[in-house]
T-cell receptor, first 111, second 113 residues
Framework: DAKTTQPPSMDCAEGRAANLPCNHS???????VYWYRQIHSQGPQYIIH???NNETNEMASLIITEDRKSSTLILPHATLRDTAVYYC????????????FGQGTILTVHP | DTGVSQNPRHKITKRGQNVTFRCDPI?????LYWYRQTLGQGPEFLTY????????KSRLLSDRFSAERPKGSFSTLEIQRTEQGDSAMYLC???????????FGPGTRLTVT
């Protein structure tokens, strides 16, 4: 799996958009970008994934650069419950599915 | 769909004892994963099952660790002769064939004294 780099921490005001960057410059052509988050003392929670195109679901949007070397997870209207560690993972799709987590970004949403 | 469940949620044991954890995946998910997470770190992959077949084991899974999924449903992770370095959160996840998302359980927190 490709290595990913994320800032260790970020802050966001409640109600504002949270934009979490991730660098995955060594990603290979068949590797997907996944985002998971982990709220304190819980198991990780899947957020979104993408291969080349931008993706949106009820939780977030994923913007992947054209060269696929970086991506941004966008939480459009952050709430206090979005405070968590966010992990960006570049990996192998549905055939196998092992996830290689880094240290992630601690997102703190302030009132 | 009740999600992935893990038991026990917490386990305190003395060094040298054996412990066993159980994971019940989402019922139609045939892929099952075990991860370990230490404080301040992201989860680390331990092993993977497709149905009852164990298809990969991490180098982290020493010979004191064994995992089974006897009927392709629930799975157990056993640690023999526990060491203080085994203290961690042990996470189980399951996935449906063809899907991308893994669903994680709440984890079992092991403390070895």
């Amino acid at each position: 799996d490709a290595k990913t780099t994320q800032p260790p921490s970020m802050d966001c005001a409640e109600g504002r958009a949270a934009n979490l960057p991730c660098n995955h410059s060594t990603i290979s052509g068949n590797e997907y970008v996944y985002w998971y988050r982990q709220i304190h003392s819980q198991g990780p929670q899947y957020i979104i994934h993408g291969l080349k195109n931008n993706e949106t679901n009820e939780m977030a949007s994923l913007i992947i650069t054209e060269d696929r070397k970086s991506s941004t997870l966008i939480l459009p209207h952050a709430t206090l419950r979005d405070t968590a560690v966010y992990y960006c993972i570049a990996g192998g799709g549905t055939s196998y599915g092992k996830l290689t987590f880094g240290q992630g970004t601690i997102l703190t949403v302030h009132p | 769909d009740t999600g992935v469940s893990q038991n026990p949620r917490h386990k305190i044991t003395k060094r040298g004892q054996n412990v066993t954890f159980r994971c019940d995946p989402i019922s139609e998910h045939n892929r099952l994963y075990w991860y370990r997470q230490t404080l301040g770190q992201g989860p680390e992959f331990l092993t993977y099952f497709q149905n009852e077949a164990q298809l990969e084991k991490s180098r982290l899974l020493s010979d004191r660790f064994s995992a089974e999924r006897p009927k392709g449903s629930f799975s157990t992770l056993e640690i023999q002769r526990t060491e203080q370095g085994d203290s961690a959160m042990y996470l189980c996840a399951s996935r449906q064939t063809g899907a991308h998302e893994q669903y994680f359980g709440p984890g079992t927190r092991l403390t070895v004294t």
